[in-house]
Protein backbone atom coordinates (compact mmCIF):
# COMPACT_ATOMS: atom_id res chain seq x y z
CA UNK A 1 0.00 0.00 0.00
CA UNK A 2 2.20 2.98 1.36
CA UNK A 3 0.70 5.60 -1.58
CA UNK A 4 2.14 8.71 0.18
CA UNK A 5 5.71 7.51 1.21
CA UNK A 6 9.20 7.18 -0.26
CA UNK A 7 9.19 3.64 -2.03
CA UNK A 8 11.81 1.24 -0.31
CA UNK A 9 10.58 -2.23 -1.66
CA UNK A 10 8.68 -3.39 -4.38
CA UNK A 11 8.05 -7.12 -4.47
CA UNK A 12 7.17 -8.23 -8.32
CA UNK A 13 5.32 -11.73 -9.70
CA UNK A 14 7.91 -13.51 -6.43
CA UNK A 15 7.82 -17.41 -7.60
CA UNK A 16 9.27 -19.35 -5.51
CA UNK A 17 8.99 -23.21 -5.96
CA UNK A 18 10.93 -26.32 -4.11
CA UNK A 19 11.21 -29.28 -6.67
CA UNK A 20 10.61 -32.35 -4.72
CA UNK A 21 10.08 -36.19 -5.16
CA UNK A 22 6.86 -35.74 -3.84
CA UNK A 23 6.45 -32.97 -6.68
CA UNK A 24 6.94 -29.21 -7.49
CA UNK A 25 5.70 -27.21 -3.76
CA UNK A 26 4.19 -23.65 -4.81
CA UNK A 27 5.25 -22.23 -1.63
CA UNK A 28 4.99 -18.87 -2.98
CA UNK A 29 3.45 -17.96 -6.55
CA UNK A 30 2.76 -14.66 -8.01
CA UNK A 31 3.48 -12.61 -4.67
CA UNK A 32 3.52 -8.67 -5.06
CA UNK A 33 3.44 -5.84 -2.34
CA UNK A 34 5.37 -2.52 -1.92
CA UNK A 35 7.11 -0.92 1.44
CA UNK A 36 7.69 2.63 2.43
CA UNK A 37 10.43 3.78 4.05
CA UNK A 38 9.25 3.79 7.67
CA UNK A 39 6.29 1.63 7.01
CA UNK A 40 5.23 -1.34 8.95
CA UNK A 41 3.70 -4.28 6.70
CA UNK A 42 2.16 -7.40 8.28
CA UNK A 43 2.26 -10.85 5.92
CA UNK A 44 -0.44 -13.16 7.64
CA UNK A 45 -1.94 -16.41 7.21
CA UNK A 46 -1.90 -20.18 8.38
CA UNK A 47 1.30 -22.19 8.82
CA UNK A 48 2.39 -23.25 5.53
CA UNK A 49 1.09 -20.50 3.48
CA UNK A 50 4.71 -19.50 2.31
CA UNK A 51 4.97 -16.34 4.54
CA UNK A 52 8.56 -17.30 5.38
CA UNK A 53 9.39 -18.35 1.68
CA UNK A 54 8.75 -14.99 0.75
CA UNK A 55 11.02 -13.16 3.44
CA UNK A 56 13.88 -15.74 2.85
CA UNK A 57 13.38 -15.38 -1.05
CA UNK A 58 13.85 -11.04 -0.85
CA UNK A 59 17.12 -11.65 0.98
CA UNK A 60 18.00 -14.57 -1.44
CA UNK A 61 18.23 -17.57 1.03
CA UNK A 62 16.32 -20.18 -0.40
CA UNK A 63 18.32 -23.67 -0.83
CA UNK A 64 18.62 -23.99 -3.74
CA UNK A 65 18.36 -27.10 -4.55
CA UNK A 66 15.72 -27.86 -3.71
CA UNK A 67 14.11 -24.27 -4.10
CA UNK A 68 14.35 -21.61 -6.89
CA UNK A 69 12.81 -18.00 -7.41
CA UNK A 70 11.22 -18.84 -10.10
CA UNK A 71 10.20 -15.69 -11.42
CA UNK A 72 9.89 -12.05 -10.29
CA UNK A 73 11.89 -8.89 -8.93
CA UNK A 74 12.52 -7.91 -5.35
CA UNK A 75 14.00 -3.90 -6.31
CA UNK A 76 15.04 -2.73 -3.58
CA UNK A 77 16.44 0.72 -2.92
CA UNK A 78 16.40 0.48 -7.00
CA UNK A 79 18.27 -2.54 -7.12
CA UNK A 80 16.86 -6.12 -7.88
CA UNK A 81 18.08 -8.60 -5.02
CA UNK A 82 17.65 -11.04 -7.10
CA UNK A 83 20.57 -9.93 -9.70
CA UNK A 84 22.89 -9.06 -6.90
CA UNK A 85 26.02 -11.26 -6.20
CA UNK A 86 27.31 -13.27 -3.39
CA UNK A 87 28.87 -10.43 -2.20
CA UNK A 88 26.24 -7.97 -2.75
CA UNK A 89 23.57 -9.44 -1.12
CA UNK A 90 25.41 -9.81 1.86
CA UNK A 91 26.05 -6.52 1.93
CA UNK A 92 22.62 -6.33 2.19
CA UNK A 93 21.49 -8.42 4.53
CA UNK A 94 24.78 -7.06 6.69
CA UNK A 95 24.10 -3.46 6.18
CA UNK A 96 20.76 -2.68 4.89
CA UNK A 97 18.22 -5.48 5.70
CA UNK A 98 17.96 -6.70 10.05
CA UNK A 99 16.21 -9.99 9.98
CA UNK A 100 14.79 -12.01 13.19
CA UNK A 101 13.31 -15.40 13.32
CA UNK A 102 10.68 -16.61 15.87
CA UNK A 103 13.27 -18.54 17.83
CA UNK A 104 16.85 -16.53 19.15
CA UNK A 105 18.07 -19.50 20.10
CA UNK A 106 18.78 -20.67 16.73
CA UNK A 107 20.10 -17.51 16.11
CA UNK A 108 22.60 -16.97 19.11
CA UNK A 109 25.73 -18.34 19.80
CA UNK A 110 25.91 -19.92 23.16
CA UNK A 111 29.67 -19.78 23.84
CA UNK A 112 29.67 -16.15 23.17
CA UNK A 113 28.24 -13.20 25.40
CA UNK A 114 25.31 -11.64 24.38
CA UNK A 115 27.34 -8.29 24.44
CA UNK A 116 30.30 -10.30 22.08
CA UNK A 117 27.70 -11.00 19.37
CA UNK A 118 26.11 -7.26 19.04
CA UNK A 119 29.68 -5.85 19.32
CA UNK A 120 31.06 -7.92 16.44
CA UNK A 121 29.20 -7.15 13.64
CA UNK A 122 29.11 -3.62 14.42
CA UNK A 123 32.71 -3.47 14.54
CA UNK A 124 32.62 -5.49 10.72
CA UNK A 125 30.31 -3.62 9.12
CA UNK A 126 30.61 -0.06 10.84
CA UNK A 127 34.04 0.07 11.19
CA UNK A 128 34.34 1.08 14.34
CA UNK A 129 37.33 0.54 16.98
CA UNK A 130 35.95 -2.24 19.45
CA UNK A 131 35.33 0.70 22.62
CA UNK A 132 33.20 2.36 20.80
CA UNK A 133 31.34 -0.68 19.16
CA UNK A 134 30.99 -2.36 22.84
CA UNK A 135 29.44 1.08 23.78
CA UNK A 136 27.03 0.92 20.53
CA UNK A 137 26.14 -2.40 21.63
CA UNK A 138 25.54 -1.19 24.86
CA UNK A 139 22.87 1.73 23.61
CA UNK A 140 21.29 -1.07 21.29
CA UNK A 141 20.75 -3.17 24.49
CA UNK A 142 19.10 -0.10 26.10
CA UNK A 143 17.18 0.91 23.12
CA UNK A 144 15.67 -2.52 23.11
CA UNK A 145 14.70 -1.69 26.75
CA UNK A 146 17.46 -4.41 28.37
CA UNK A 147 17.68 -3.68 31.95
CA UNK A 148 21.41 -3.09 33.26
CA UNK A 149 22.16 -3.37 29.84
CA UNK A 150 26.04 -2.76 30.89
CA UNK A 151 26.03 -5.85 33.43
CA UNK A 152 23.54 -7.97 30.85
CA UNK A 153 26.17 -7.55 27.88
CA UNK A 154 28.30 -10.11 29.64
CA UNK A 155 26.09 -12.43 30.13
CA UNK A 156 25.59 -15.45 28.01
CA UNK A 157 22.46 -16.37 26.12
CA UNK A 158 21.20 -19.15 28.58
CA UNK A 159 21.42 -16.04 31.43
CA UNK A 160 18.59 -14.48 29.58
CA UNK A 161 14.62 -15.19 29.34
CA UNK A 162 12.60 -16.04 25.66
CA UNK A 163 11.50 -12.47 25.72
CA UNK A 164 15.02 -10.69 26.67
CA UNK A 165 16.83 -13.15 23.97
CA UNK A 166 14.53 -11.85 20.85
CA UNK A 167 15.39 -8.46 22.67
CA UNK A 168 19.07 -8.94 22.27
CA UNK A 169 18.08 -10.40 18.49
CA UNK A 170 16.22 -7.56 17.84
CA UNK A 171 19.26 -5.29 19.08
CA UNK A 172 21.28 -7.30 16.71
CA UNK A 173 19.28 -6.90 14.33
CA UNK A 174 19.84 -3.32 14.26
CA UNK A 175 23.37 -3.50 15.50
CA UNK A 176 23.88 -1.91 11.53
CA UNK A 177 21.60 0.41 11.31
CA UNK A 178 19.22 -1.11 8.45
CA UNK A 179 16.32 0.58 7.20
CA UNK A 180 14.46 -2.44 7.10
CA UNK A 181 13.50 -5.39 9.71
CA UNK A 182 12.29 -8.41 8.65
CA UNK A 183 10.99 -10.03 11.73
CA UNK A 184 9.25 -13.76 11.27
CA UNK A 185 6.95 -14.40 14.06
CA UNK A 186 9.21 -12.81 16.29
CA UNK A 187 7.01 -13.72 19.38
CA UNK A 188 5.61 -16.79 18.31
CA UNK A 189 7.41 -18.99 20.83
CA UNK A 190 6.79 -16.09 23.78
CA UNK A 191 4.07 -15.87 26.49
CA UNK A 192 0.98 -13.82 25.56
CA UNK A 193 2.49 -10.90 27.87
CA UNK A 194 5.45 -10.77 26.73
CA UNK A 195 4.61 -11.18 23.09
CA UNK A 196 2.66 -7.77 23.29
CA UNK A 197 6.18 -6.43 24.73
CA UNK A 198 8.35 -7.29 22.16
CA UNK A 199 5.25 -5.90 19.22
CA UNK A 200 5.24 -2.54 21.10
CA UNK A 201 8.79 -2.74 20.94
CA UNK A 202 9.01 -3.45 17.31
CA UNK A 203 6.45 -0.63 16.79
CA UNK A 204 8.20 1.69 19.30
CA UNK A 205 11.58 1.19 16.68
CA UNK A 206 9.73 1.51 13.64
CA UNK A 207 8.39 5.28 14.66
CA UNK A 208 11.33 6.24 16.55
CA UNK A 209 14.01 5.11 14.27
CA UNK A 210 11.69 5.15 10.42
CA UNK A 211 12.07 1.54 10.36
CA UNK A 212 10.52 -0.39 7.52
CA UNK A 213 9.32 -3.50 9.10
CA UNK A 214 8.08 -6.86 7.47
CA UNK A 215 6.43 -8.59 10.52
CA UNK A 216 5.07 -11.94 9.49
CA UNK A 217 2.74 -14.11 11.71
CA UNK A 218 -0.02 -16.52 11.46
CA UNK A 219 -1.61 -14.60 14.47
CA UNK A 220 -3.35 -11.37 13.34
CA UNK A 221 -3.78 -10.36 17.34
CA UNK A 222 -0.56 -9.59 17.39
CA UNK A 223 -0.67 -7.09 14.44
CA UNK A 224 -3.25 -4.31 15.56
CA UNK A 225 -1.37 -1.47 16.75
CA UNK A 226 1.68 -2.24 14.70
CA UNK A 227 1.05 -2.60 11.31
CA UNK A 228 -0.19 -0.19 8.79
CA UNK A 229 -0.87 -2.52 5.91
CA UNK A 230 -1.90 -6.19 5.73
CA UNK A 231 -0.80 -8.73 3.07
CA UNK A 232 -3.31 -11.74 4.03
CA UNK A 233 -1.70 -14.90 2.11
CA UNK A 234 -3.40 -18.06 1.25
CA UNK A 235 -1.46 -21.51 -0.41
CA UNK A 236 1.62 -19.23 -1.71
CA UNK A 237 -0.93 -16.58 -3.09
CA UNK A 238 -2.00 -12.41 -1.91
CA UNK A 239 -5.77 -13.26 -1.11
CA UNK A 240 -6.12 -9.78 0.46
CA UNK A 241 -3.87 -6.58 0.90
CA UNK A 242 -5.02 -3.22 2.27
CA UNK A 243 -4.47 -1.15 5.51
CA UNK A 244 -5.20 -2.35 8.57
CA UNK A 245 -8.66 -0.88 9.10
CA UNK A 246 -9.95 -1.94 6.22
CA UNK A 247 -9.41 -5.92 6.36
CA UNK A 248 -10.18 -5.52 9.77
CA UNK A 249 -13.59 -3.98 9.44
CA UNK A 250 -13.86 -4.14 5.72
CA UNK A 251 -12.71 -7.30 4.70
CA UNK A 252 -13.36 -8.03 0.99
CA UNK A 253 -12.14 -11.71 1.11
CA UNK A 254 -13.84 -14.76 2.84
CA UNK A 255 -10.53 -16.21 4.12
CA UNK A 256 -9.18 -12.85 6.09
CA UNK A 257 -12.77 -12.52 7.07
CA UNK A 258 -12.72 -15.34 8.61
CA UNK A 259 -9.30 -15.06 9.92
CA UNK A 260 -10.19 -12.17 11.30
CA UNK A 261 -12.98 -13.76 13.19
CA UNK A 262 -11.33 -16.14 14.62
CA UNK A 263 -8.99 -13.47 16.95
CA UNK A 264 -10.28 -11.59 19.89
CA UNK A 265 -11.21 -8.21 19.75
CA UNK A 266 -11.42 -5.83 22.80
CA UNK A 267 -13.94 -4.06 21.08
CA UNK A 268 -16.81 -6.68 20.15
CA UNK A 269 -17.73 -9.18 22.88
CA UNK A 270 -18.73 -12.48 20.99
CA UNK A 271 -20.10 -15.32 22.53
CA UNK A 272 -17.68 -17.66 19.95
CA UNK A 273 -15.01 -17.42 17.66
CA UNK A 274 -15.50 -18.52 14.59
CA UNK A 275 -12.76 -21.51 13.71
CA UNK A 276 -11.98 -22.14 9.82
CA UNK A 277 -13.13 -25.84 9.42
CA UNK A 278 -10.68 -27.71 7.10
CA UNK A 279 -7.14 -27.51 6.45
CA UNK A 280 -5.16 -25.56 3.99
CA UNK A 281 -4.61 -27.68 0.81
CA UNK A 282 -1.01 -29.26 -0.40
CA UNK A 283 0.87 -26.88 -2.44
CA UNK A 284 1.51 -29.45 -4.95
CA UNK A 285 -2.13 -30.32 -5.95
CA UNK A 286 -3.85 -26.90 -5.35
CA UNK A 287 -7.73 -27.54 -5.89
CA UNK A 288 -9.15 -25.84 -9.06
CA UNK A 289 -10.58 -22.93 -9.23
CA UNK A 290 -9.91 -20.78 -6.08
CA UNK A 291 -7.83 -22.57 -3.51
CA UNK A 292 -9.76 -21.34 -0.74
CA UNK A 293 -12.89 -23.14 -2.43
CA UNK A 294 -13.48 -26.34 -0.31
CA UNK A 295 -13.07 -24.59 3.24
CA UNK A 296 -15.28 -21.07 1.77
CA UNK A 297 -18.91 -20.49 4.03
CA UNK A 298 -19.81 -18.73 0.92
CA UNK A 299 -18.66 -20.78 -2.17
CA UNK A 300 -20.59 -20.94 -4.97
CA UNK A 301 -20.12 -22.80 -8.43
CA UNK A 302 -17.65 -20.68 -10.18
CA UNK A 303 -15.48 -20.67 -7.32
CA UNK A 304 -14.30 -24.27 -8.12
CA UNK A 305 -14.21 -23.84 -11.51
CA UNK A 306 -12.00 -20.07 -12.02
CA UNK A 307 -9.53 -19.00 -10.61
CA UNK A 308 -10.30 -15.27 -9.09
CA UNK A 309 -7.93 -12.61 -10.25
CA UNK A 310 -6.50 -9.96 -7.35
CA UNK A 311 -8.46 -7.01 -8.37
CA UNK A 312 -9.36 -3.71 -6.46
CA UNK A 313 -12.52 -4.07 -4.34
CA UNK A 314 -12.46 -0.73 -3.68
CA UNK A 315 -9.47 1.80 -4.17
CA UNK A 316 -6.45 0.53 -2.53
CA UNK A 317 -8.10 -2.43 -1.24
CA UNK A 318 -7.19 -5.42 -3.05
CA UNK A 319 -8.80 -8.84 -3.33
CA UNK A 320 -8.98 -12.07 -4.37
CA UNK A 321 -12.54 -13.41 -4.44
CA UNK A 322 -15.14 -13.71 -7.03
CA UNK A 323 -17.11 -11.60 -5.26
CA UNK A 324 -14.57 -9.26 -3.73
CA UNK A 325 -16.89 -6.06 -5.03
CA UNK A 326 -20.30 -7.12 -3.42
CA UNK A 327 -18.93 -9.28 -0.20
CA UNK A 328 -20.37 -7.41 2.11
CA UNK A 329 -23.96 -8.49 0.65
CA UNK A 330 -22.92 -11.66 -0.76
CA UNK A 331 -21.66 -12.43 2.99
CA UNK A 332 -25.06 -11.63 4.77
CA UNK A 333 -27.06 -14.16 6.01
CA UNK A 334 -24.04 -16.47 6.57
CA UNK A 335 -22.59 -13.62 9.68
CA UNK A 336 -21.94 -16.36 12.56
N1 LIG B 1 13.34 -26.51 1.94
C1 LIG B 1 12.10 -26.82 1.56
N2 LIG B 1 11.85 -27.92 0.81
C2 LIG B 1 10.60 -28.23 0.41
N3 LIG B 1 9.52 -27.51 0.72
C3 LIG B 1 9.68 -26.41 1.47
C4 LIG B 1 10.98 -26.01 1.95
N4 LIG B 1 10.84 -24.88 2.67
C5 LIG B 1 9.51 -24.60 2.68
N5 LIG B 1 8.83 -25.50 1.95
C6 LIG B 1 7.39 -25.53 1.73
O1 LIG B 1 6.95 -24.26 1.31
C7 LIG B 1 5.66 -23.99 1.81
C8 LIG B 1 5.63 -22.64 2.48
O2 LIG B 1 6.43 -22.71 3.65
P1 LIG B 1 6.67 -21.46 4.60
O3 LIG B 1 6.94 -20.24 3.80
O4 LIG B 1 7.72 -21.86 5.55
O5 LIG B 1 5.27 -21.31 5.33
P2 LIG B 1 4.87 -20.28 6.51
O6 LIG B 1 3.76 -19.45 5.94
O7 LIG B 1 4.38 -21.13 7.63
O8 LIG B 1 6.07 -19.47 6.85
C9 LIG B 1 5.30 -25.14 2.75
O9 LIG B 1 4.45 -26.02 2.05
C10 LIG B 1 6.64 -25.78 3.02
O10 LIG B 1 6.47 -27.16 3.27
MG1 LIG C 1 7.11 -19.42 8.67
Not at 17 to 30: E, I, L, M, N, S
Not at 198 to 216: D, F, H, K, P, T
Not at 319 to 324: D, G, K, M, N, V
Request: charged share 25%; proline share 6%; hydrophobic share 40%.
Amino acid sequence: MGANGERLLEVRGLKTYFHTQAGVVKAVDGVSFDLDRGEALAVVGESGCGKSVTALSILNLIPDPPGKVEEGEVIFEGRNLLELSDREIRQVRGNHIGMIFQDPMTSLNPVFTIGNQIREPIQIHLGLSRKEAKQRAIELLEMVEIPQAEKRYKMYPHEFSGGMRQRAMIAMALSCEPMMLIADEPSTALDVTIQAQIMELIGRLQREINLAVMLITHDLGVVAGVAEAVLVMYAGKVVEYADIGRVYYNSRHPYAWSLMRSVPRMDEKRERLLTIGGSPPSLINLPPGCSFSPRCPFAEEICSEQEPPLVEAEPGHLSACHFARDFERHGKGVED
